[in-house]
């Protein structure tokens, strides 16, 4: 099942504009990460968020979380051609006693025009 | 090693022949994950190890696939008569721990596979 669910699917943009991306998740979660995958490579881990967190900033990230909403944004500032890639949130979906692996979105793929 | 190493990154095989994908975590993490991506798709959990063990194999696609863990380092998946739709890039990952919660994970690059 698709926890993550991302939105837009794709976006370009100017090299040095701010890219924001959408998360929304259905189950209830206590941490929502984000992953970064270049094309033909493994994904990186960016960012975790806590359930009890709102915002957390990383370098040029900035990720929100509202779980009313069950949603979460990532912000990425002064974008550059090197941020080209694909961006997943993932969270810890339960089942049974416990969670197993992460649930993943299908992605945003952003693309940062030089 | 420095990361999480996947072996082979690319293999061609024709349906129905037998494949096995190799995982090496990075050293002293005890926990490690497989997970299945599709083309242009998001990630699809297969299985996690916590050790050597494998609590949950209920993600697995079909009896067709197993997976195994050794010295709490590298592991396997296999996949036996393999099938067209078992075309994906296979995916490993690694963690210090195991929590409920979710734990930051350590990709590798993936096994790229094409089933003719």
């Known amino acids: 099942s698709q926890q993550g669910e991302e939105d837009p699917q794709a976006l370009s943009i100017q090299e040095g504009e701010n890219a924001t991306m959408n998360c929304s998740y259905k189950?209830?979660?206590?941490?929502l990460q984000w992953y970064r995958q270049n094309s033909g490579r493994g994904l990186v881990h960016l960012i975790l968020?806590?359930?009890?967190?709102r915002e957390k900033h990383s370098g040029r990230l900035r990720v929100t979380l509202d779980t009313s909403k069950k949603s979460s944004s990532l912000l990425i500032t002064a974008s550059r051609a090197a941020d080209t890639a694909s961006y997943f949130c993932?969270?810890?979906?339960?089942?049974?006693?416990?969670?197993?692996?992460?649930?993943f979105g299908k992605g945003t793929h952003l693309i940062i025009q030089p | 090693g420095a990361g999480v190493s996947q072996s082979p990154s690319n293999k061609v095989t024709e349906k129905g022949k037998d494949v096995e994908l190799r995982c090496d975590p990075i050293?002293?993490?005890?926990?490690l994950y497989w997970y299945r991506q599709r083309l242009g798709q998001g990630l699809e959990f297969l299985i996690y190890?916590?050790?050597?063990?494998?609590?949950?194999k209920s993600g697995l696609p079909s009896d067709r696939f197993s997976a195994e863990r050794t010295g709490e380092s590298v592991s396997t998946l296999t996949i036996q008569r393999t099938q067209q739709e078992d075309s994906a890039v296979y995916l490993c990952?690694?963690?210090?721990?195991?929590?409920?919660?979710?734990?930051?994970?350590?990709f590798g690059d993936g096994t790229r596979l094409s089933i003719l």
């Open positions: 990952a690694s963690s210090l721990v195991w929590s409920p919660e979710g734990q930051p994970q350590h």
């Open positions: 189950t209830s979660i206590n941490n």
């Open positions: 968020i806590r359930s009890n967190e």
């Open positions: 993932a969270t810890a979906e339960y089942s049974g006693g416990g969670a197993d692996g992460l649930t």
């Open positions: 050293s002293g993490h005890t926990a």
């Open positions: 190890f916590q050790g050597n063990s494998a609590p949950d």
